[in-house]
């Protein structure tokens, strides 16, 4: 049974960092997609960032050059470093994973296997 925990959110003033953490139980994440998404109440999830099998990232336009996605699989960890945090970062961060294949790695609708999120409030 896989399970995604995240941690590491918390309140920013604006220009601050947080780094967001993914723990998994249950799955190798050196065979997933492993991405992490965003909601604010309203409005749609949206994809951050995914790092892939093998270990390439990608990152939406927005988040490109201010966050950074990482994995350790000693851990079966996935980070998310946030930096130059923004008032419209504020959100609820999710966790999400899927074993290959996936061919849109940023698409909400790609992953079967999600964490209950984290909030993050920037101010």
């Known amino acids: 049974h896989v399970q995604l925990v995240e941690s590491g959110g918390g309140s920013v003033q604006a220009g601050g960092s947080l780094r967001l953490s993914c723990a998994a139980s249950?799955?190798?994440?050196?065979?997933?997609?492993v991405a992490w998404f965003r909601q604010v109440p309203g409005r749609e999830r949206e994809g951050v960032a995914v790092?892939?099998?093998?270990?390439?990232?990608r990152y939406a336009d927005s988040e490109k050059g201010r966050f950074t996605i990482s994995r350790d699989d000693a851990s079966q960890t996935v980070s998310l470093q946030m930096n130059s945090l923004r008032v419209e970062d504020t959100a609820m961060y999710y966790c999400?994973?899927?074993?290959?294949?996936?061919?849109?790695?940023?698409?909400?609708?790609?992953?079967?296997?999600w964490g209950r999120g984290t909030q993050v409030t920037v101010s």
């Open positions: 999400a994973a899927e074993p290959s294949p996936v061919t849109q790695p940023l698409a909400l609708h790609e992953y079967r296997h």
């Open positions: 790092v892939s099998p093998d270990g390439s990232a």
């Open positions: 249950d799955l190798t994440y050196s065979f997933y997609y």
